[in-house]
């Protein structure tokens, strides 16, 4: 089992990212879920995150980090993902209650006591994972690797910068020059797993609560990104950090130098990829930039299969 911690702002693929985690199919042991402003106000991903956790009976801590940015002020994306944060789906309201404490510490303590390393897996803004490396920096020795949605050659909040790491380019500098091993899965990929009406009817004949859940957050996702950016489905960006997990053979990864502009009038929130090392800098990312699609939507299947007979 790899110990992980999940970072997030669900956020309908964050959703997705967290029932491959806890699926059946996956050795991955999940020592709790951090919550951080981004899609929506992060009350609100808590909320959506505790509701997660009882539909897939997940009995871990779930703990709220970050309300803004290190330096800029809270920017959402309520016109992508509703003013829940998870519009579509109607999921009840949840018994299972916040944990206590901020994320920032959780994840400290999480790391600084595991006996194994701990991968971290961001999904949303990387305002906790930076503030937990600046608080305790010897965390960076217990620390395997960050997984992250985020960043990539183009964006999709301005041309150059990506949401995620737009909303925050400080934090994601910090991480980037950590020293920490970052693998990174930008929109170059991302928008290579497409939930197209194929994938959704594929989804539709997946008879349990999970699939369901699913399905109605790809109807709805799917909606937006035909809306605002003409795609024929909606990218599942933050499922492909926990697919690598599970199947890292489905992506192709190219290992390269790293960087985050935070100062460009235009390119603020920019992940600067020396893909020609033109800069003589060190790698320090493993960037995803393609993917096997048939065999991702095919694991994909399998894992909302493996939630058949119950949770
Ligand atoms: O740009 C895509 C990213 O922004 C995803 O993580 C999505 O959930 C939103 O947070
Ligand atoms: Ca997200």
Not at 134 to 155: A, H, Q, S, W, Y
Not at 181 to 191: A, N
Not at 284 to 309: C, H, P, Q, R, Y
Request: aromatic share 8%; hydrophobic share 40%; charged share 20%.
């Amino acid at each position: 089992m790899r110990n992980v911690i999940l970072d997030c702002d669900p956020g309908h693929d964050d959703a997705i990212s967290i029932i491959i985690a806890a699926s059946n199919v996956s050795d991955l042991n999940i020592l709790g879920i951090t919550t951080v402003a981004g899609n929506v106000e992060v009350e609100k991903n808590t909320i959506n995150t505790l509701k997660i956790c009882e539909l897939l009976e997940l009995d871990v801590p779930v703990v709220q980090g970050a309300r803004r940015p290190l330096v800029k002020a809270s920017e959402i994306a309520p016109e992508i993902h509703g003013e829940t944060g998870m519009d579509g789906p109607v999921l009840a309201d949840p018994k299972m209650q916040v944990t206590e404490g901020h994320a920032v510490d959780f994840i400290i303590d999480q790391v600084m006591n595991s006996s194994e390393p701990v991968t971290l897996v961001p999904t949303g803004p990387l305002t906790n994972i930076a503030m937990a490396l600046i608080k305790e920096p010897r965390i960076i020795e217990n620390i395997d690797e960050i997984v992250l949605m985020g960043g990539g050659t183009f964006g999709n909040w301005t041309p150059a910068a990506e949401f995620n790491i737009f909303v925050d380019a400080e934090a994601a500098k910090v991480v980037y020059d950590s020293s920490v091993p970052v693998t990174m899965f930008g929109l170059d990929v991302t928008h290579q797993v497409i939930a197209t009406k194929d994938i959704i009817e594929r989804t539709a004949k997946i008879d349990n609560k999970i699939a369901v859940f699913v399905k109605e957050l790809l109807i709805f996702f799917g909606e937006t990104y035909k809306n605002h950016f003409g795609f024929n489905g909606g990218p599942i960006h933050d499922a492909c950090t926990t697919m690598y997990l599970l199947k890292p053979e489905l992506f192709q990864t190219e290992y390269l130098n790293v960087t985050v502009e935070t100062k460009g009038e235009y390119s603020y929130g920019m992940t600067v990829i020396d893909t020609l090392s033109v800069t003589g800098r060190e790698p320090n990312t493993n960037v995803a930039l393609g993917v096997n699609t048939d065999e991702f939507w095919t694991l994909f299947e399998e894992i909302l299969k493996s939630f058949d007979g119950g949770q």
